[in-house]
């Protein structure tokens, strides 16, 4: 079965510290992998998606960005981290076929504080 | 441009009887639904689907319901148990599906089932 993972839980930062969240999708090849941000009074955001190594597509403009280095794993970083990137971070993979094509199934989520 | 929207931030409901929760969207390309549940500090999980080639789709106590004409869905839960209580996201996708596949989702409704 697949299972996805996300870490760190939770992560306390400074304002203009550098930022990484890591995601790994196990028992599935070649997914498709988002991330998703939930901030305080709101939705979920979609932030970048990907569909194969390499290959980023971002959806807001932000001081975040992501790299896709294998195909089962998938980063979110920042160089210097705003107020505003407060959060909740919720990676999300789908598969392109079958009955897992249609539904997203996320991560545990990262919840991130900066201050 | 919120495109898929929750206009109800809250819910409350009591044991046993039904809670009805309502999503609209604005974009005609979306042609699935969904509808997740989030608890606090956890990652969304999928509950329900439904196409627009239907009006309704049902699971156990969960039913969904799709108005296309209206661009209105509504996610009934019969009986509402207190376990029931959490965040619940409505979601759409368009007619893209494989690599270009993506959420967009509202900003949710916090569901409360009063023992």
């Known amino acids: 079965s697949q299972t996805i993972h996300q870490w760190p839980a939770t992560l306390v930062q400074p304002v203009g510290s550098p930022l990484s969240l890591e995601c790994t999708v196990e028992g599935t090849s070649n997914p498709n992998l988002y991330w998703y941000r939930q901030a305080a009074g709101r939705g979920l955001q979609l932030l970048f998606y990907s569909v194969g190594i390499g290959q980023i597509s971002s959806e807001v403009p932000q001081n975040l960005s992501a790299s896709r280095p294998q195909d089962r794993q998938f980063i979110l970083s920042s160089k210097k981290l705003l107020l505003s990137d407060s959060g909740f971070y919720l990676c999300a993979w789908t598969g392109l076929a079958g009955a897992g094509a249609n539904v997203l199934t996320f991560g545990a989520g990262s919840r991130l504080t900066v201050l | ?115």
């Open chain 2, 1 to 115: 441009d919120q495109q898929v929207k929750q206009n109800s931030p809250s819910l409350s409901v009591q044991e046993g009887r039904i809670s009805i929760l309502n999503c609209d969207y604005t974009n005609s390309m979306f042609d699935y639904f969904l509808w997740y549940k989030k608890y606090p500090a956890e990652g969304p999980t999928f509950l329900i689907s439904i196409s627009s080639i239907k009006d309704k789709n049902e699971d156990g106590r969960f039913t969904v319901f799709l108005n296309k004409s209206a661009k209105h869905l509504s996610l009934h839960i019969v009986p509402s148990q207190p376990g029931d209580s959490a965040v619940y996201f409505c979601a759409a996708s368009g007619r893209s599906r494989g690599s270009n596949y993506k959420l967009t989702f509202g900003k949710g409704t916090l569901l409360t089932v009063n023992p």
